[in-house]
């Protein structure tokens, strides 16, 4: 409640994924203010990207290690860089800086803005997922459907004209259809398409809010900090110090958590 | 999503009550940093404090006069200055400016960070409004408890130091009996009360946020600003032009909201 | 539980609008039997009709001084006239005389009687407001949708015809694609169509009860009379005595809640 | 809706037991009023008392055939004397005359007058079927707690004073320490023992609803007769013709069902 | 805990239904292995077929009639064969020998394997008492719908291509419209048809899993068997040594409860 | 549905632990049967035991590749040891083979079972995680609540009377003020103490059934593959092919995902 804060915070996307370029420097760079720092990390071992519970599975123990050097570099707040919230909340365990997930951000803010919100995402395989992130977030009734725009996330931007005018159809039924009176991405991939579909959106009447999570998050993320807030240690307490085979990155994170 | 932001974005508290003095302007000053500025004003018309229905209703007419004038004045969010969040609905619909209330951005906030929450309140009577609240915005299955001192909001500076010994109280025993994991104020009278909670918890061994609704609703709004969101005007259309006895003074308001 | 009753009990409407002859007299009327008496008033400050939150927000004063009028003249139940039940909070706070609002009463009606029910409104932006409704009510898995004929309250009488044809369209898709198994009409300017939306939905063989809601207050208001409850001065208890400034005829209020 | 009402509503108090005496018929008649008729009967086969599944699941073929035998005299309601409510919904498909049973009514009318309400009922076995009594009528989120005086149905007018103290004692925790903000007693053989609760508690300085389910169904059933409501016909169908082994006096029902 | 198994553990199924070679006991048998064996029963007394509440209710003594004769026949667990799960629970009080619903057991079962289930079953009329049975499994929120295939239980097999043919469109729109990825048969006449309807619907490249509730039920009652797990005598107590007039087939069961 | 089953169905138990000895092959060689085989495997990286989110995240892959290797070995079905299920749902995705979590397997035998269950688990921190699993099983109405003995897991055998005492101590709580009509362990490591729990609470009159997570999981495993079933490919679909930087044990997996 009382650490010090400079004159900005400094808030560290970390991309679940080893696929180098995928998030562009520039466009968290972007999102800076005078009161706001924006840097970026990807994790070393993990999947390309992550489409199953199998590849978020296998992108935690990588962004844990990333947690540890961002708490190590000083910086005050991580948002993990996929609608899953892969490795929240282990991460949220090993460190008492701030760590988000765009998922259970994008969701509340979402919720706070209109009655009901959809989700509109990459692939239907997700669905499920999203459906479990609303559940645990207690959000549930304020779901009004997950849609899917059913393209890959690495080939979201080999066509952004088709990738757009399926973000509007899906968009559309979305409040037509299942009452959505807000939208929320379902992919981090689809970072900077927010304005493309309400204005594709607004073209046919169509007036909701459109959450593009990652720029919410970080913002989010940085109001918290700034009103001196971090996730409950009672829900996060530190892990047990303890056996482990293997993994041998998260084994100063684990002295870090007993500090 | 493409509303210019100045180098700082504009917040304006409004306090839906006519008791001058019960916000001191000072407190709102420190909140401010490079990015943000924070102004103030209280109502004309309604009640001196806030601790009823009653009084809830007769407090909105003016607030929404207020939510005119901010918006007139350019400022970018409005955070109304109760936990009821009095009048949030109708100034959501009268303007396209952020309206936003600390009840329901506090809930929010205190769900994202633990796993449940309780609601330090003034009055026992409130009980049933900070339940309803948290069933409208979804979050019935995050609160874990509404606990009250027992202290009417205009007397709760009379004895700061009992009324701190009251929220350690209430406090510990949302946290052991309840399940709490966070702590919400249910009262914006608590303003700056959240450290020497959250201190005397700790004392008894005892970790958890204490989401201090004022200074968290006024960063958040500020995080959606920067994020280009407002209210979905789905969810919060214009009002219709229509025959209105009386409250002259919501009557440019009507216009306003026909542009 | 012992309050004395005359030979009828004397239930109150109250019209939260300042529109003339939107109510007529005779129909209340004919729902008098030898054990009921009907009686009817209007605000006189306040919107024309009710279609937004704004609107109901500017209704509430005015009824609440129409609540007082009719405790002292000796009326044992009111019902607010418009199912949005703006004010019913406050006025049930601010006497100990029975105040109904006939959306919460449908909705508790229509779900005894039914296994889900639909809500057929005037106007699309209504919605949230009737799923609100059902969430403080306690209601939401009963609430199989809401839909809406898309005809303004002070339309409906223009063509009857049309607005019956919409009513049996919109009831039919509440029953054949919604799962509803019985129907409320979410507005009371609706009074007196439900045996005309019943016919039409038997004629293609749809058996479903519809509740007409102001009738349907009015009996269960003065049931509930007879059984000698009112509403619990626990969860409405009378609001403390404090500054008002402004809604002088609201002030005896406070004298009378004091008592 | 359009069902010719004589100058009084006739409604039936079917006992689902074989104990006479157990409903005295002054107690009934002391609910009548100019538009209302009250009469009584009793069923043919079945258990002493209804304290359990077995015996409710027993009681419910004497049941119907007294629903079928009120149908022939024209009775207008049938309220099934039980707050497990054995019965309602198999006798709701074999008339088209209004069914109610005292445990659906009681929730809808507590939810309708507190902010949460909860049972008083004889026995701690029967806790799990006031729960899922709340839970099919949708209103487990206004349901506080369950509690028992711990005195079997038929000893309960045995020491009337020792009844009234427990019921006090379970009335006071239910409001102290579980939030009830209304009461329903969960036994009909309580019938006339809410003013003496309601005292009680008041000479404590609790202040809610004690809901008196059996008269208070009777003046709904009448209201809902009133306003040209019965139960659901998509909901409650009559059964279908079929081969019937044994309950012969269950046959003729069949055929009115075919009617 | 310790009861004592043999190599096999005995499982009857009770059709609870007058209606002769409605299950073929060749059908049961098939599901023998070497730690399981398979009986069958039908009833004396009740209907030819469940189709309605009322069926449901005359069927229930029957049952409980048969349920005695199995417990004496040192049977280790029943399972009643109706999807409505008819007398489940007073049969659980009268025997501490398991008693499994096929309804109840089906949807737990569905709900473990995929996200969110659908049942197909055979009339419209039923769909309010699977919503119902959901609810009180507290599964409502895993229930994507219930869809009926319009064929009467005792005709599913008069022509077996055109109800499968109908169980695959009901099947495919479930998944399709309504989210489903797990499905239930609800009617257990369906018995043996998940093959048909699995391999009809991974023709259309859909691959969900067909819960066959009877065969599900057995071998699940046999593995709570085998854990050494029967119903809670706190949920369902042995109903109270009392007056029964009529059903002196059930009287017997009263003094084996009371052992 | 037609998968050709020996006379008897292979159960692998995977501890995700690597910790020898923790489970001994005996006790699970103990419930095997004429129609039932058990194995059991440990992980060969990962944590000493679970007692957290990061403990539960690092005991992913190695469980994964055990997962993989009882494919290929042809057991039929495979349960993991830690009442988090940790990785059940990546594993879901990896194979075809039945996978069940004794967490998600224990809640629904315990609903089933009893009204309402509570969970009696290791330490206080888990509290959250159960409550999640819960609420994605849809079951959070039937979850009484979650207490702790406060012994961690390696430390339960250590003094098995003290264990003892501490489970009856929170067995009786659960029960007698939180409602529990069934138990359910919170730790897999407690298999083996059912009976003394259960006789503990016997002793004073408490009877209640105790699920012992892991015997339970394999016979509702083996049951499970008997009726034919297994995980939705719909809700666990394969992963798709993709670049994987590390995890080398898990590359056969996708090809084996990829079949």
New interface residues.
Partial sequence: ??MP?N??VHVRIISPI??KGFRKLADLKA?E????LVSHAEI??????I????????S???T?AQVLRAKREGVQAVVIDCMGDP?L??A???TDMLV?GPG??GM??A??????FSVITVMR?L??AF??TA????????LASVRSVDI?VLALEEDLAATTARLVEEGRRA?LDN?A??LLFGCTGLMGC??AL?QGLLAEG???????PI??AI??A???V????????????A??Q??????DV?RPALSV?AE
Same sequence: chains 1, 2, 3, 4, 5, 6.
């Fill in positions: 409640m009382s804060i004159d900005h080893v696929t999102l203010h005078p009161g706001l070393a071992t993990g999947p390309g990207s489409e199953s519970e199998f590849e978020a599975a296998v935690v123990p990588g844990l490795g909340r282990p949220r365990e090993i988000m259970q951000t509340h803010m919720a706070m803005l209109g009655h009901k395989r669905i499920p459906e479990n559940a645990l977030c207690g959000l549930s009734s304020k890959p409040v009452g009176e807000a927010a304005d309400r169509i007036d909701v809010p459109v959450v593009d720029p919410t913002h989010i940085a109001g918290l700034r009103a001196g807030l971090t996730q409950s240690k009672t829900t996060f307490p892990p047990p303890k056996e482990l085979i293997g993994y998260l958590a």
